[in-house]
Every structure is written in C-alpha cells, then in structure tokens.
C-alpha cells in the first residue's frame, strides 16, 4: 500500500481572512528507513509558534527532531520493517491511524492498534511490525530536555 495522506494547511489573506493555504496528498515522500515511508506535514522552529509567514514549512529540512521546535510526520511502517533502536531528545505523541505494531522498550514488548495513543518520553525503543498489513502512526515530535534517571543524562540516540 502506497502511503496517501492529505494535509490541508490554514493561514491568512493579505485582509486577514482565514483561508486554506495548502489542500493536497503529500507527493514528497522519504523512506526513513528501509520499510518505513514519511510524509512531512509541518514544522516549527521555537515557541511560542510564530503562525505568521507564507511559506511550507513541511519543506524544512529536520532530522528526526527539530531542536526547539516541533515536527509533525505520519509514518507507514511496512510488514517486516527494518529495526532502528533509537531515543529522542523530545517528547513524542503518536497516533496509530490503522494497522496494527509491536514497540520494544528495553525488551519489554508493547502491542499498539489503530485507535491507539501513546506518549513516548524520551525512552529507547523500536518500532517492529510482524503483521501482514502497513502501519500507519501520525507523530507529533516536540523538543525536550534530554532525560536524566539514575544520576546518568540519556541523549539522544539512533
């Protein structure tokens, strides 16, 4: 299944009506990994947000975080997805939007379906689908401190 998400972006006119500003698929798709499509819906780049501007900001280019800012991406992780152990330094919302996934915590494996919500606080982990069908998680990724447990700081890693 070819990953299909339509964003629709609202903002202003030269009058201050509000208006769409963009109503589309996204077309530009990244492979993350291999197994794993992103769509880049939109970013910021500090806080408070600064809703004022015209341009795209899914065309910013950003890794997995975006150091004070947020990105927010749906993700289709494919059956037999390529493992990527990693932690972030940001505190991720995810919304399973169908299909079903495994997240492996140091170990410890937690089953995920559509519906699901989970915030995910700067733990290791790694996404894993054992299913036959795509899974599709929308993320919203916001910078965060790096963890600190047990007197040790965990950055960022993967």
Known sequence: MALKVRRVITGHDASGKAVVKID???AKLKEGRPGAMVAAIWTTEK???????QDD???????TTLPGGTVLRVVEFSPGVQSRNHRTDSIDY???MSGEIDMEM???????KAG?????RGTIHNWINTGAAPCVI?????DAKPVT???KVLNAVG
Do not use: S, Y
């Open 94 to 96: 995810a919304i399973v």
């Open 138 to 142: 929308c993320f919203a990724l916001i």
């Open 149 to 151: 447990a047990g007197g």
């Open 57 to 63: 900001a899914a065309a910013r280019p950003v890794g």
């Open 47 to 53: 806080f408070p947000v600064d809703n004022d501007g």
């Open 24 to 26: 589309e698929v996204v």
């Open 106 to 112: 140091d170990g410890a494996m937690i089953h995920l």
């Open 116 to 120: 699901d919500v989970m915030v995910q």
